[in-house]
Every structure is written in C-alpha cells, then in structure tokens.
C-alpha cells in the first residue's frame, strides 16, 4: 500500500488552491512511514504505535494468539501483519470463518501447513462447536510434538468481535478454551479511540481509491478533515473507508470538501435522503452503478454481505462490479479486508 501524505486542513496553501491541501505538491508533514505503518496497517497514535511495537516483538515467537477489536477495526489486516513478520512468512495464509473451520478442520489445518490460519468470528462459536475446537486445538498441540511441527501450520490466530475473557466471565464463554486463546491478546482500539490516526487513514483510502479508479484527486479541502474527526465512527475504520470511496466518487472536482462527506449518522431501518437532480445525475452507466454502491456500503459501514442484500445481488456480484480486476475473497467479509 503506498502512502500518502499526513493533511492537515489548518495549513494554508496558495489562494489559487482554495486553500486545499494538494496530495501532489504537499510534502508529508513530519511523516515517516517506516514509522507509522506496520505490514497493511497503519497508525501514528500511541495506542497503535505500542501495539505495532508488541506484534513485533511476538510474531516471531507465538504459535496461538487471539485478536480482539469491534467490526471494522481491522483485525484481519492485523493476523496479515503478524504472519508477515513470523516464520510463517513463506507459508500460505488461510483465512476462514470459526464455523466452517470447525466443520473441516484437519483439511484446513494440512492446507495451511506451515503457514498461518486465521479463524474469525470465535466468540460466535455455539458450546458445542467450542468443544470441538478446544479439542481439535489439544490434539494438534499433541501432532505438533510428535511432528516436530513438520505437519502443522506454523501459527493460529483467532479473531473475535468481543473479548473472549469478557465472555468466559459470564458463562456465555467455555472458561478453559477463553484461556488457552488468549494467553497471546492483541486488542485492536476502535477508531473513536484513535482519532489522531483519521488524517493519516483518510490521505491513505483517498490515494488508493485515486489511483485504483484513475480519478484525479488532490486532497482534502478545508474543513473537510475536521468533519471527518468529529464523528464517532461506529463502524470503525471499515466505515472510514467506505465513506472516503464515496466522497472520492461525489467529488466534482479534485478535493474532497465537506459537502463531498456523505451523512454520517444513517437513521436504522431507513433509506438515505435523495434529491433529483438532473444537473448532477451520472451519464455513464457504470459510474451511475459504482457510485449506488459505495452509498449502499457507507450506509452498512462498509459490511459487503448486508450490502449485498439491500442491492439484492450475490457478494461475488459486488465484488465483480466493485472492481472487475480483483477475485472475490471468500472469507471472511470486509470492506478491503478490514476485519
């Protein structure tokens, strides 16, 4: 992922510019990104610093660990991260939704041989389908003694939307497996937690969706930022992304302003507000069909299966028409991964 520039929309440019913040021509401020990303994740505030610096320390050396964070926060970029930086490196990585890992788990575990798997939705795992993983997981400790770890996938992440040691707290959780999941955690902070990282996370969505739909865009005008900073982001970083990519599509111009920024607080169970204007309305069919979609993805929070739903089209539909170059991952579902 190539970086872009740190905005701040309290800098004043040239007035020819409308004092916008030019992508091109401003020079990252204080930016170093070495710094400031880790693998596909990226983030400047403490929080997330201390947390890069953890998974770096511990990618090398664990065999189970568990990632925690609300929707959207990113947690499969994290378990991307952590097998980039392990001895699994060189390995496949494998990732796949906890229910259907428990359905097949020795034809997973042997293609993913050394390698990493990454398990998501564990905490939505019924009593039952956590025994079996509590067992599955002894057994394949046991085949990893005797193999000398020749059989087994290298490492395991599993993902969860709540905290598992929350859970086994209240009995909704098997007390013994919370335990062997997270004697590794790595908590993934929610955006409203993190929001010194909104300007870096904007500049980089807006950079990427620029040059994925060859869309000539020159950063944030003023103001813009300061909206963006200001909302609680329920759905996390999934949501930013989502709501950059329509702004990036409504923008008639090359900067993004605030009246580019789609309602942010979408009422439940209630269709956005829409205006007919001929003046604006898009001539090319497949803009008019993109620029529906990522309304529809903002609106979800960026959640690719309920925006499938509301579209009424397959998700591998969405994805073919999100971007026609780019097989359909099958698990788990994300905005771009974000987990």
């Known amino acids: 992922m190539h970086l872009a520039p740190i905005f701040n929309d309290e800098q004043k440019l040239e007035p020819q510019a409308s004092e916008a913040l030019d992508l091109e021509a401003l020079q990252p401020i204080t930016l170093q990104p070495e710094r400031w990303m880790l693998g596909p994740m ?3 505030s403490p929080i997330m610093q201390h947390l890069f610096a953890r998974m ?4 090398p050396h664990f065999r189970l660990v568990n990632v925690e ?3 959207g926060t990113g947690k499969l970029l994290a378990a991307q991260t952590l097998h980039g930086l392990g001895p699994s490196a060189s390995g496949p990585f494998l990732p796949c939704v906890a229910a259907e890992f428990i359905d097949q788990p020795q034809a997973l575990w042997k293609e993913a041989r050394s390698g990493l798997v990454y398990v998501s939705r564990v905490d939505e ?3 039952e389908q956590q025994r079996r993983l509590r067992d599955f997981l002894e057994r394949a400790a046991h085949e990893r003694i005797r193999a000398a770890g020749t059989s087994a996938p290298a490492q395991l992440v599993a993902g969860s939307s709540q905290p598992l040691r929350r859970l086994a707290a209240t009995g909704s959780f098997r007390s013994d497996l919370a335990s062997h999941l997270t004697a590794i955690r790595f908590a993934i902070p929610p955006l409203r937690d993190r929001k010194d990282d909104i300007p870096l996370l904007a500049g980089l969505f807006l950079r990427s969706w620029s040059q994925q739909h060859q869309k000539p865009l020159r950063g944030f ?3 813009t930022l300061a909206r963006l900073t200001t909302h609680s982001w329920p759905g996390n970083v999934r949501e930013l992304e989502s709501v950059i990519a329509a702004a990036a599509l409504d923008c008639p111009g090359q900067w993004i302003r605030p009246i580019d920024i789609p309602r942010l607080q979408w009422p439940v169970h209630t269709s956005a507000p829409t205006s007919h204007d001929p003046a604006t309305e898009e001539p090319n069919l497949d803009r008019a069909i993109l620029r529906h979609i990522t309304r529809v993805l903002a609106r979800v929070n960026g959640n690719k299966v309920r925006a499938a739903k509301m579209l009424g089209i397959s998700r591998s539909t969405l994805y073919r028409l999100l971007d026609p170059t780019q097989p359909a ?4 579902d994300s905005a771009t991964g974000v987990d």
Not at 56 to 59: F, L, M, S
Not at 329 to 332: E, L, V, W
């Open 42 to 44: 990226a983030g400047r």
């Open 56 to 59: 770096r320390c511990t990618a």
């Open 69 to 71: 964070g609300e929707p």
């Open 125 to 127: 795992l019924s009593g």
């Open 221 to 223: 005008a003023p103001g």
């Open 329 to 332: 991952p099958s698990q788990p």
